[in-house]
């Protein structure tokens, strides 16, 4: 009983939507079938098909290689004998892990304060501070009119 699969083919270095054409697996080939036209069959033997993610697959057929995308990626890899996503080539074991200590002390090292409150530094610059005597001089001076006239 043979399976086809129908799907988009991609050689190496194309780009874009590919070329429409599907996929015949029997017991002892693989053909690929573009329209009416076979492009291409292979043994068993010489076909290698390894997912490369998003629902796509790198195929190696008897040393051709070209990526398929087939409609419906999950019973495409079901049929091969293929896991849908590539595998991890780390465990999660093996993974370096974040070390957060370490992060910490260089975030807090490299802090710097904005001012140093044991410095004697003026607070406010020098014309801050001028404006700052002659707006409320200027406010006293009208205060005391006011209490004058009232």
């Given at each position: 009983?043979?399976?086809?699969?129908?799907?988009?083919?991609?050689?190496?270095?194309e780009?874009g939507?590919?070329?429409?054409?599907?996929?015949?697996?029997?017991?002892?080939?693989?053909?690929?079938?573009?329209?009416?036209?076979?492009?291409?069959?292979?043994?068993?033997?010489?076909?290698?098909?390894?997912?490369?993610?998003?629902?796509?697959?790198?195929?190696?057929?008897?040393?051709?290689?070209?990526?398929?995308?087939?409609?419906?990626?999950?019973?495409?890899?079901?049929?091969?004998?293929?896991?849908?996503?590539?595998?991890?080539?780390?465990?999660?074991?093996?993974?370096?892990?974040?070390?957060?200590?370490?992060?910490?002390?260089?975030?807090?090292?490299?802090?710097?304060?904005?001012?140093?409150?044991?410095?004697?530094?003026?607070?406010?610059?020098?014309?801050?501070?001028?404006?700052?005597?002659?707006?409320?001089?200027?406010?006293?001076?009208?205060?005391?009119?006011?209490s004058?006239?009232l």
């Amino acid at each position: 009983m043979s399976q086809v699969f129908s799907g988009m083919v991609l050689l190496p270095g194309e780009t874009g939507d590919g070329l429409s054409a599907s996929f015949e697996k029997d017991e002892a080939f693989f053909r690929l079938i573009a329209g009416e036209d076979e492009l291409g069959s292979w043994d068993w033997d010489t076909c290698d098909i390894s997912p490369s993610g998003k629902g796509t697959f790198e195929m190696d057929l008897g040393g051709e290689n070209l990526t398929f995308t087939p409609s419906s990626p999950s019973a495409f890899a079901e049929a091969m004998s293929v896991p849908l996503a590539p595998a991890h080539p780390e465990e999660e074991s093996e993974r370096p892990k974040f070390d957060y200590d370490a992060a910490i002390d260089e975030v807090i090292a490299n802090i710097k304060p904005i001012r140093n409150p044991n410095d004697d530094d003026e607070i406010l610059s020098k014309p801050m501070l001028v404006g700052i005597v002659g707006v409320s001089t200027a406010l006293m001076a009208g205060l005391v009119t006011v209490s004058m006239v009232l």
